[in-house]
C-alpha cells in the first residue's frame, strides 16, 4: 500500500461561526495552510481563542469548514468523508466518561461505532498498553480523572487509526502522568502512528513535538522543526540607542540588524558564535557612536509572545 507524505494537508482552511442574536460572526480560522507529515509528533501551539480546537473538529467532523481543502491520509474529508474519518482518532480535551459502562465495554461499544469486526478487536491489548487492565470490568465512574483520560486515549485508538489528535491532553494532568502519557504517545509514535497534539504548554511542546506549529488569531505564525524553533533561544540582541537619528538600519558586520520604531537599533547574534565585544566593536566601525545600551534574551516563551502578540512583529525582529 502507498503511504502518504503527509497525515495531514489543509490548504486555505476558512472557519466563520454564523453570527448569533448576543454575537458577531466569528472567523475562526482565516485560511490555514497547515500540512503534518507522516510519522510526527506535530504540535499546535497557541493562546485561547486561537482556534485550535476549530482544526481540531474540522478534522474530527465534529464541525462543518467554511471554505478550503482538507486530506487526512490523502483522503479528501469532502470527497471520501468515511475513508478520511477512518484514518483519524481524535482525543477531545473534555473527559466525556460514560458512567454505565466499564472501560472494556467502552472499548467494544466505541469499536462497534466505528464497525470493527470482533475478531479484529484490540480491548484487551489497549486496556494493557493503557495501564486499565486491573480496571477493565469496573464502571468508568470509579476510575480516577487519570484513568478516564487514558480511557479516552484508548477510545480513539479502537479502529487502529494511522493519525491520533491529542486536544490538551494533560491539561490539569498531574506531574506524574502527563509523563505516562508521553510515554505512551512516543510508543505509539515509534510504531509508526502520526501524533497531533494542542497544547498550551510550551514545555510540552518541547519534550515531545519534532515539528511545531504556532496559530494565532485563526492563522499559523510559525511552522518549524522544534530544534529549530529553540535554535532561535540562542539569539540574544544587543539594542543600541545610537546618538544621532539613524534613517535606516546600517551593516553591522554580518549581524542582523534592524532599526526598531523608537530609533533603537537591534542587532542579533547567536551566542554561540559571537559575543557583545564583537557586536559593539561593529556598531562602532560602522560608525555609530553609542549612547545607550542593552542585552535582551529571549527564551521559548518570548517567541510565542512575540509571534502572538498580533504587532506583527516577526521573528528576526526578536
Ligand atoms: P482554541 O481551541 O485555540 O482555544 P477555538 O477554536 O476554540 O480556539 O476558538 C477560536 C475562536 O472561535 C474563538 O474566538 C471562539 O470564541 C470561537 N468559537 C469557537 N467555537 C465556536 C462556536 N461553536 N460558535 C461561535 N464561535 C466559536
Known sequence: MDLPDNAIAARGLVKTYPATRTMPAMRALKGVDLVVPRGSIFGLLGPNGAGKSTFINILAGLTRKTAGQVEIWGRDIDQRPRDARAAIGVVPQEIAADVFF????????????????????????????????D??????????GGMKRRLMVAKAMVHNPPVLVLDEPTAGVDVELRRQLWAYVEA??????????????????????????????????????????????????????????????????????????????????????????????????AGITIRDLRTEDPDLEDVFVALTSGSGETPAQL
Open 102 to 133: 466499564t472501560p472494556r465495554e467502552s472499548l467494544e461499544v466505541q469499536a462497534g461505532l466505528y464497525g470493527v469486526a470482533k475478531a479484529r478487536r484490540r480491548t484487551d491489548e489497549l486496556l494493557a498498553a493503557l495501564g486499565l487492565t
Open 135 to 144: 480496571k477493565a470490568d469496573a464502571y468508568v465512574r470509579q476510575l480516577s
Open 188 to 285: 505509539l509514535n515509534r510504531q509508526g502512528v502520526t501524533i497531533v497534539l494542542t497544547t498550551h504548554y510550551l514545555e510540552e511542546a518541547e519534550a515531545l513535538c519534532d515539528t511545531i506549529a504556532i496559530v494565532n488569531h485563526g492563522q499559523v505564525v510559525a511552522c518549524e522543526a522544534t530544534s529549530q524553533l529553540l535554535r532561535r533561544l540562542d539569539t540574544r540582541t544587543v539594542v543600541v540607542t545610537p546618538d544621532e537619528t539613524l534613517s535606516e538600519a546600517p551593516r553591522i558586520g554580518d549581524f542582523d540588524s534592524r532599526l526598531r520604531p523608537n530609533g533603537d537599533l537591534a542587532v542579533a547574534f547567536k551566542s554561540a558564535g559571537a559575543g557583545v565585544e564583537q557586536v559593539l566593536a561593529q556598531v562602532r566601525a
